[in-house]
């Protein structure tokens, strides 16, 4: 889309341009200026001509007088229409201009809502810096991050462009050193603006990616030729697009600590579940194992197999609720799961968990509990845990006397398809074990 932008920029430019030389009635828009200007000027020139003809030429007995007055009028008439041709040009660079500046604004309104939604630091970074080139039309563009130890220089995080890696290869030591400069100062720096023959380098602006305890880093666009500076919309541009920059990685950022303190609580979680539970420890690791691997092969994407596997680290969680003497009981078994959604439902980072926790002992044909629910009404995350769940208690030697065979234990699920079992997910468990990917 980036590319279709900049692509879409420099193909209206080209018309402008050839517009421009073109004929003054080649266009729409010169069309309607030529009138404007023949109504405006011409016609009351006209209009004058036929008066003086009429009126005043048949008083003045000089033919001298005579040729003055229609030498006047010519150059009236000369004079009206230069001023046509300089306000047409000045208008349509107005146009030209404004027409970038809204392709500019088009361009940062699609990359900020994409950048908003990343969920990681690199996917943003590619973001900007392929913006950056579509808005200046630059050689290259890069983006510097602040290294771990203040003493270190900024470190190359991403670039775009086609002849980036060959000039941060060469300017390399330049474009660290003002890089760290800005970050140290956290302004912005353009160089080339003024003298663009400063040591025959090309325009490059350097703009700090501000935190909020100092900028995190730099986004460098380097123009080209050094005769090209940057353009006073373009720098406007590539300021607002450093800001929303800034501030995605920031909101990546607090992203990422989310996520880990989910996994570090979920981990706690499941760590006390076990030792509470003791006959069944690792229940719900070996559950989630088998359930992504369902969810892989049913081609589910990031985030739903990322509910999948937490709902099966978590699906006994309402068993914490029960002493041990009591947990092996048909009561607990019933109450667990409506417990444990309880539990989760009350906790913003695991709500989404709740109904999946809730439904995992659900049969497919309507008889399972706590709710009855029956086919499409038990969430899909739900089904798959159902199998994965049944088939690791039958294999396993804590939760039975005797453990059944892994063997045996297909066959089961095999024969509960279609009551105990949704029959489509359990024919995609039985052809990921009949490959050998699930085994002993």
Known sequence: MITGLRSGIVQGELVAATSDRGSIFSQRFDRSVFIAYFLGAIVPLLALAFVVQQFVLPEMPDSTAVIGLIAMVCSIAVLSFLAYLV???????????????????????????TMTCAEHAGDIAARSVACAIDLSNARAAYLLVRGKDAELSPELFDSAGSEADAQFQSARTHLLAQADWVIENGQTAI????????????????????GEEGPLGVLVVVRGEPDTPFEPGQIDAL?????LTSVAMRNADLKDL???????????LVSALDAHLGYHAGHGNRVAQLANRIGRSLDWDTQQLQTLHFAS??????????????QKSPAACEKHTAIGARMLARIRLWENLAPIVQSHHEWYDGTGYPEGLSGDEIPIEARVVSICDAFDSMTSDTSYQIALPFDAAANEIR??????????IAAEFLKLFEAGEISE
Do not use: W
């Open 87 to 113: 306000l047409r040009r000045s208008t349509g660079h107005t146009l030209l201009r404004i027409d970038r500046d809204n392709r500019r604004l088009a361009s940062l309104l699609e990359n900020s809502q």
């Open 191 to 210: 160089l080339g603006a003024v003298n663009n023959a400063l040591e025959n380098r090309p325009a490059m602006i350097f703009l700090p990616l501000n």
């Open 258 to 268: 989310q996520r880990n303190f989910f996994s570090h609580m979920t981990e706690i």
């Open 239 to 243: 300021t607002t697009l450093a800001s």
């Open 313 to 326: 680290r978590l699906h006994d969680v309402g068993m914490l609720k029960f002493d041990r003497n009591v």
């Open 415 to 424: 024969d509960g398809a279609g009551t105990q079992f949704d029959p489509e």
